[in-house]
Nanobody
Framework: QVQLVESGGGLVQAGGSLRLSCAAS????????MGWFRQAPGKEREFVAA????????AYADSVKGRFTISRDNAKNTMYLQMNSLKPEDTAAYYC??????????????????WGQGTQVTVSS
């Protein structure tokens, strides 16, 4: 069983920055494929970013490319999402996700077996 706990959300003005963290349980975190997703009220959950087990491969949604950076520290069992130049349309609950047995899970939420409880990000205009 893998447990994921997000933190770092909050209220920020447009143009500001936040860094989300996702702390994972388990002694084999370095083998997990990881990703970030978000869901705004009344909308479907959408892909934000993904990272391979060793950080060598990353992918981003077009809407965040150039503004968000996904990274991981396997020694700390933690994944990050650095969010810069935030826009009101980035407002959503952000969820981290993990899969075991795949080096990289990509953009489909069907490829992730474990999910955190979410952290709220609100960007004011």
């Amino acid at each position: 069983q893998v447990q994921l706990v997000e933190s770092g959300g909050g209220l920020v003005q447009a143009g500001g920055s936040l860094r989300l963290s996702c702390a994972a349980s388990g002694r084999t975190f370095s083998t997990y494929a990881m990703g970030w997703f978000r869901q705004a009220p009344g909308k479907e959950r959408e892909f934000v970013a993904a990272i391979s087990w060793n950080g060598a491969r990353t992918a981003y949604a077009d809407s965040v490319k150039g503004r968000f950076t996904i990274s991981r520290d396997n020694a700390k069992n933690t994944m990050y999402l650095q969010m810069n130049s935030l826009k009101p349309e980035d407002t959503a609950a952000y969820y981290c996700a993990a899969n075991v047995g795949l080096s990289y899970s990509g953009y489909s939420d069907h490829n992730y077996a474990y999910w955190g409880q979410g952290t709220q990000v609100t960007v004011s205009s």
